[in-house]
Structure formats: C-alpha cells, structure tokens
C-alpha cells in the first residue's frame, strides 16, 4: 500500500479537479457597451451587453460610472432588455469631462461586474470645464455591493469560459519543466557516475517531458483558436517554445543513431544539458524582451490577482502538485529502471 499512495490519492484529486474545474460556474462579466463616447452635461444612453447574467430575473439592477477619483453616478434610468442586456440613462457633470469612465452593474443576483475604461466622456466644444449640470458624483455607490453566495470563476474579458483551461495547460507545461530539470539532474550524475540507470532515468524523464510538452501546446494551441481566433500565430513565445520542443525531440533521434549503449548514454546526456540550457533562454528570456500576447511576456502579466485568484487556486494549485507528483514519479517505474535501482 505505501508504495502506491500517490497512485490512490491523485484519483481523488484528479476527479476533483476535472469536475470541480469544469462545473463550477463563471462569474457574470460585462462584455461591451454602446457608443463608447458620450458628451458631457448631455443625457445620454448606453446600451450595456453582458455575459452569463441574469438581469430580467432580478428585483432591480443598478449601474453606475465610476470617474479616476473612485466616485460614482448613477444611471437616471436603468431599461433591462434581456437577461444580458440593458440600458442606462447618464447626464455627466462637465466639470468631470474629458476623462474614460468604469462601467458598473450590480444586482443581488449577480453580484457586480465592471467594465474598466468603459466609455470617453468630452466636453462640448462650445462649453468651458467650470460650468457643472446634472446629478453630481458621490463617494459611495448608495447600495451595499454584496458579493453573492457560492464559488464562481472569475471573468476575464475574452477568455470566458476558456478561462478553466488554466488547470490543464498551465499545469501541464509546469510538470514538463519539472521532468526535464530532474532528466538534466540524472543526466548530470550519469556523466560524474556513469552508472546505467542515471542514464535511464534521464531518457524516460526526457520522453515524458516531451510527451507533455506536446500536451501543452494542444492545450494552448485549443486555447488560442478561442481567445486569438487563430489555432497559431507568429507570437514571439509560441515559436521560442517551438523551437525548444525540436530540441528534445533530436534528442530521442539521437539516442536511436547510436549502437554502442556508453557511447549513446554519454552523448544524450551531453545534449540533455545543451537542451535544458537552451530551453531556458527560448522560453523565458526572449519572449520577455519584446511584444506578444501570450500572458507572461512583453508587459502582459499571468498567474497574478487578476489572473489566478483565490477561487482558480483551488483547483489550479492541486492540480499542479498532483501533476507534478504522479510524473516525476512514473518514470521511475519502467521495469529497465526498476531493474537496475540500487538496493540497500
């Protein structure tokens, strides 16, 4: 039995995940509003198209602007046309002109949602800043902003529900760095030791890095076709980790030219090393040093609190471990390695 227990506890886990992930339902988010320019000490009407909502099913939904100050106004009419959409009726003072406004619907429902830099708002041009009209701006919204019960996920514009693709390839990229380092590990040993079953090691740590990192880009690839509209694009840190993935696969081509067993151990893990090295610039380093959309790289963050909150943590951060856990451990289990391990 003990030597099966990450076996018997990552089942749980992984149904855990794989249900919990899945079924737990996506916070409401807003998804755009039209126009997105009004004029100040005008009345004006935005129509306000949101997702996973449900305004026609609740008592009252408030919306307001909220200005760079953090104060807010709010809407003098509110029409609700659809459980994701409705329209709210503003007259924005000109003094507070010339300024983008955050956009927030609340409802006990669904609790708040906002869309950041929702709309521009400018003065007249035949109207001076000092003139003030209309209901002006408080410090408080004037209704409690109760978070409703319950787990949700939270939104995140244009991910939406991919947004639980997070469990999958983020985690399935994290074990695969984690094989390769320890297959960089035993190959390292091989070369001070050259015991036979360093070698070992490091070629099924290898295989099955490699195994995930094809995973991984499937995974990301699906993820791109959702949120890009594109199942690729010549986006820095894809074609980096691109080209580190061949990488690994000369590996195993290598390893299959050689007939002389030291002399193919010695040179796999010489290009094991060479391998590891190169991945770190390809994938780390380069993508940081300009412009691309995948999260992580030229000024757009991952993984932070507007990425990975606490209620993605609970399933993410098990999920990694578990990922992590069942890999670095398989390898170790082919009967060539199980063979040849020291006993005591």
Not at 82 to 97: C, D, K, R, Y
Not at 145 to 173: C, D, M, Q
Not at 253 to 271: G, M, P, Q, Y
Not at 317 to 334: D, F, G, M
């Amino acid at each position: 039995m003990a030597k099966w227990w990450w076996k018997i506890l990552g089942w749980p886990c992984f149904f855990y995940v794989l249900i919990g992930g899945l079924v737990t339902p996506l916070s409401p988010g807003l998804t755009g509003v039209v126009p997105t320019t009004a004029i100040a000490g005008e009345t004006f009407a935005i129509k306000i198209m949101a997702y996973n909502t449900q305004f026609s099913e609740a008592d009252k939904t408030y919306v307001w602007l909220k200005n760079q100050e953090g104060q807010y106004l709010k809407a003098s009419n509110v029409q609700v046309k659809s459980n994701n959409e409705l329209q709210g009726e503003f007259i924005v003072p000109i003094a507070t002109s010339g300024q983008s406004f955050t956009i927030v619907v609340y409802n006990t429902l669904d609790g708040s949602a906002i869309l950041p830099d929702g709309i521009y708002v400018s003065a007249a041009a035949n109207v001076t800043p000092t003139r003030v009209d209309g209901a002006g701006f408080t410090d408080e919204p004037g209704v409690d902003l109760v978070k409703p019960e319950g787990i949700r996920f939270p939104y995140r514009s244009i991910l939406n529900e991919t947004i639980r693709n997070t469990f999958f390839h983020v985690a399935l990229w994290m074990a695969m760095f984690s094989l390769y380092l320890v297959g960089l590990y035993h190959a390292i040993l091989y070369l001070r030791t050259s015991r036979k079953d360093h070698d070992l090691w490091s070629e099924a740590y290898n295989k099955a890095g490699i195994l995930f990192g094809i995973l991984g880009i499937a995974t990301g690839s699906l993820w791109a076709r959702y949120t890009w509209g594109s199942w690729w694009t010549n986006d820095i840190k894809l074609n980096m980790a691109t080209i580190a993935m061949f990488i690994y696969f000369g590996y195993v081509i290598l390893r299959s030219s050689f007939t002389d067993e030291e002399k193919k151990a010695r040179v796999s893990a010489v290009f094991s090393i060479f391998a590891f090295v190169a991945l770190i610039p390809l994938v780390f380093v380069i993508p940081r040093l300009t412009d691309s959309l995948h999260p992580g790289n030229g000024g757009n963050p991952a993984l932070g609190g507007e990425d990975l909150d606490h209620t993605l943590r609970l399933f993410f951060t098990i999920n990694h471990r578990l990922v992590s856990a069942r890999l670095l451990a398989c390898p170790t289990k082919i009967p060539a390695v199980k063979a040849l391990r020291p006993r005591a």
